[in-house]
């Protein structure tokens, strides 16, 4: 199964065109990738990746994820291993205080490209090959649909990136698959905020959430938890109830 799931990655890449982009389209070990979808219930989205990540392009990453399987980035991570800890821990503790496991979880970007920063992911997507962002953002949904939801079983997305006045995490899911719905903003702090949208990628509906970028702002378990369950309850696809009570969770007062 390691070597149908890689052949299928990669298969994708070089059919997008993005497999020598300096990037890495997965932070999670290569093992899950591999693994049944029924385990893979949770998938965590950031914006797109630093330069730490450069040191791969999406296909060698998937090559060395291949060949070492277990070898996880956001483990990595834990240990220091691109940077301050506080992201990692992050990563790490929300899927725990959702009621998933955070090793079964996917990590990924949404755009599948790396830069300095989010404010020079334009400049850099328009010296790539793809040559512009319009373009980098359409190749990097459609490997999110061929590659990263089929390998999974989704009962949430969790987008941490949620600026709407330029690209970001969540926008960018929102605008490629939320089929015409509206933000359903839960809290509108410049710190806390919050919002839903259901996906509907390919006739499968998804919860999303977005979130401010976690390597600056820490999550706010409860309006993640209310954001999730509206939009499940829209959907009307809720799922066996999970180890946390949402009959005291209330939207601000404010909205």
Known sequence: ??????????????????????????????????????????????????????????????????????????????????????????????????????????????????????????????????GSLEALTRKSMDFFKRVTIPLAQPELIIAYSNGLASPSAAKILWEAFGDGDELDHVDTSSYRATYGFTANIEGQKVPVVGIRHMSRFSPSIERIKLAWERQRQLTNAVPEARNFSLAKTRAPKHL
């Not at 990669?10 to 389209?25: H, K, S």
């Open 1 to 130: 199964m390691l070597q149908k799931t890689r052949d299928h990655i990669l298969e994708v890449l070089e059919d997008l065109g993005i497999g020598d982009f300096p990037a890495r389209p997965f932070d999670c070990a290569f093992e899950l990738l591999a693994a049944p979808p029924s385990r893979k219930r949770l998938i965590i989205v950031g914006f797109n990746g630093s330069l730490a990540d450069a040191i791969h392009t999406n296909s060698g990453a998937v090559h060395a994820g291949y060949e070492d399987p277990t070898f996880s980035n956001i483990a990595h991570g834990l240990e220091g291993g691109w940077g301050p800890k506080t992201l990692a821990r992050r990563l790490t503790d929300l899927p725990t205080a959702l009621g998933f496991d955070w090793r079964d979880t996917i990590y990924s970007n949404a755009l599948l490209l790396c830069s300095k920063d989010a404010a020079s992911i334009q400049k850099a997507a328009e010296q790539s090959s793809a």
